[in-house]
């Protein structure tokens, strides 16, 4: 390392991974009572996390949360992103994932077929 | 590259790795693995959160929760329970002391929500063992900007506008010690970092250095720069294996780097760095008792002057500052020295770490703002005087410090007005005390401390403390007579005039400190040949109250047969044969026998 450039490119490049611990940012929320399991909830999670890895999206968690009471809607999938709704989306299938991260996570634009229910920010 | 979903991080700080962290990292491998999570959970080694009495601690992100008193058959819960399944484990987490109240998130304990967590801030956030996430959070960046956009004097202005006072205990402006340390010739000069702590029952620097050794480095480093040293020393006790282990690491990887070593940032500046382990002599956290055991000889201090950033190390100018304060310096450079003097106060700028233990809720460390009364410290960071028990004093400043009272406890703590009331800030010991402790037994401790670590250069420390120490124990022993406290005084107010070094000058503090608020103890000691707290073994005086039932309980442990009295009716102890062990005391299920 030569230039405070170089360290300040290289703390871009590190701090991804250290972003978890200091997250304020969109937060992806999957189902994982034993409904959401029982529905696939797994393989969602699994879908979301190859999803953000390959877009390389920064600024984003995965959490999971237990049974809201909706089972027959499982897998549900959350989307939150800061000041705005927090949007469920029901019956997700690891083939809507990409749709959802690339529509609702990434441009902000609510994946419409797929909602269940809103909360407000 | 997969993405990680969640971090596990688990503190391997001394006393969490001392309660078994070691062991609740390979539960969680094992059980992450067992449920195939091991790709999307990374498991992260941090340096000490300061509460260490839970440990081992485990934060699970991004959720924040804060599990303490993990032991490793909790583990297959927390991985199937949270990290699979999203449900926080509750009875792991941190319960309140007075509420009972369970919170999961570490910002809303209240032992941390007071805080004002900056020198303490990455550690048990980082992994201390690489640079990468020292980095990520920003880490040598200060050093970039003083050595590509500052002025070496330009850093030393910075320093002095902040009003960083050092930290060690003294409280000398460390921008003037840079000041003269950058004004004395010479084209060889050294910068020490003394991490040789040791004061009972403060462990900050040990914390700093194992949770964070990269913000010592560059605080180092800096320093370096400001007066034109090339090369440092880090003066670190060996009962600190772990951190030197952990500096011995990062000096490695900052070397590889380039952020140590020569042309750094690509400027004219070079810098390295070197451990020197001391053998855990309290007087050789003095510095020119230091310096001279880096030299290889005997640690004893020497007269000042020649001051070290005259006439220092090996004879050339040196500067010494405690960890802490070379903590506080990349923060202050990054962020300037404006936002720095807007924490705490007029005289007295920035945070200060306390060790909190005693008879307290919660016991840990605790970074402050300057200026927070010990009222705040000890009821709303501490929760109270554990036991229900009654508030007696509280002891700051370690063996060089004093004793303050109750009525002193909304005073806002800094380095003048500790001064003013006979104690000192030291290195931020706080040891709280109760009802049940006794004021002269405090005092003969710690002179105890520094008699014994007296290194015999000069007589009034040699001599002096070891009289003092034979008058205390005589007090406590029943023995007092009149005259002994002003003998004390008149001690004391010697050996603070006469010692060579801060050891022998400070060393009556907690004498004259405990004289002054509790002089009443000493004369009940003297006079009445009583010890009003009951702690005094040799003191205490047994007796058993109407409340007795006769049960026959204190007559059957009684191990002398001081005990007397008939079944269901009121027992008596003889004072003759008694020996005072308070075997009946404990024992008593009715509370019928007191002390004192």
Known sequence: MKTLEDLKKLREKLQADAQIRHADGIRIIVGMGTCGIAAGAREVMTAVLDEVAKRELKNVTVHQTGCIGMCEKEVLVDIARPGEPRVTYGKVKPADVPKLVSEHVVNGRVVEELVVGKIEA | ?596
Not at chain 2, 577 to 586: E, M
């Open chain 2, 1 to 596: 590259m997969q993405h990680t979903r969640a971090h596990v991080l688990i503190c391997a700080g001394t006393g969490c790795t001392s309660s078994g962290a070691k062991k609740v990292e390979a539960a969680f491998q094992t059980e992450l693995a067992k449920q195939g999570l091991q790709d999307e959970v990374k498991v992260v080694e941090t340096g000490c959160h300061g509460f260490c009495e839970m440990g081992p601690l485990v934060i699970v992100y991004p959720e924040g929760v804060f599990y303490c008193r993990m032991q490793p058959e909790d583990v297959a819960e927390v991985v199937e329970s949270h990290l699979l399944k999203g449900r926080i484990v509750k009875r792991l987490l941190y319960q309140e002391p007075i509420s009972m109240e369970r919170i999961p998130s570490y910002k809303d304990i209240s032992f941390y929500k007071k805080q004002m967590r900056y020198v303490l801030g990455n550690c048990g956030h980082i992994n201390p063992e690489l640079i990468e996430e020292y980095i990520a959070v920003g880490g040598y960046e200060a050093l970039g900007k003083a050595l590509t956009t500052m002025t070496p004097q330009g850093v030393i202005d910075e320093m002095k506008k902040s009003g960083l006072r050092g930290r060690g205990g003294g409280g000398f402006p460390t921008g003037m010690k840079w000041q003269f340390a950058s004004n004395s010739p010479g084209s060889k000069k050294y910068v020490i970092c003394n991490a040789d702590e040791g004061d009972p029952g403060a462990f900050m620097d040990r914390s700093v250095l194992e949770g964070d050794p990269h913000r010592i480095i560059e605080g180092m480093a800096i320093c370096g720069y400001a007066i034109g040293a090339d090369e440092g020393y880090i003066y670190c006790r060996a009962e600190y294996p772990l951190a030197i282990k952990r500096l011995k690491i990062a000096i490695r990887q900052a070397e590889e780097m380039g952020l140590l070593g020569t042309n750094i940032f690509g400027s004219e500046f070079n810098f390295k760095l070197k451990i020197k382990e001391g053998a855990g002599a309290f007087v050789c956290g003095e510095e020119t008792a230091l310096m001279a055991s880096i030299e290889g000889k005997r640690g004893m201090p020497r007269p000042r002057p020649p001051f070290p950033a005259v006439a220092g190390l090996w004879g050339k100018p040196t500067n010494i500052n405690n960890v802490e304060t070379f903590a506080n310096v990349p923060q202050i450079i990054q962020k300037g020295a404006d936002w720095y003097a807007s924490i705490g106060t007029e005289k007295s700028k920035g945070t200060k770490v306390f060790a909190l233990t005693g008879k307290i809720n919660n016991t840990g460390l605790a970074e402050v703002p300057i200026g927070i009364t010990m009222r705040e410290i000890i009821y709303d960071i501490g929760g109270g005087i554990s036991d229900n028990k009654k508030f007696k004093a509280v002891q700051i400043g370690g063996p060089s410090g004093g004793c303050l009272p109750e009525e002193l406890l909304d005073m806002p703590i800094d380095y003048d007005s500790l001064l003013a009331v006979g104690a000192m800030m030291g290195s931020g010991g706080l040891v709280v005390m109760d009802e049940t402790t006794c004021m002269v037994d405090v005092a003969k401790f710690f002179l105890n401390f520094t008699q014994s670590e007296s290194c015999g250069k000069c007589t009034p420390c040699r001599e002096g403390t070891k009289r003092m120490l034979e008058i205390l124990t005589r007090i406590t022993e029943g023995e007092g007579k009149e005259g002994d406290i002003e003998l004390l005084e008149d001690l004391g107010a010697q050996i603070k005039d006469t010692a060579l070094c801060g050891l022998g000058q400070s060393a009556p503090n907690p004498v004259l400190s405990t004289l002054r608020y509790f002089r009443h103890e000493y004369e009940a000691h003297i006079r009445d040949k009583r010890c009003p707290a009951g702690a005094c073994s040799k003191l205490a005086a047994y007796r058993i109250t109407e409340l007795c039932k006769g049960c026959g309980l204190c007559k059957k442990v009684c191990p002398v047969g001081a005990i007397t009295g008939e079944v269901k009716g009121q027992h008596v102890i003889d004072p003759e044969v008694c020996i005072k062990c308070g075997a009946c005391f404990t024992k008593c299920p009715f509370k019928a026998i007191v002390k004192g």
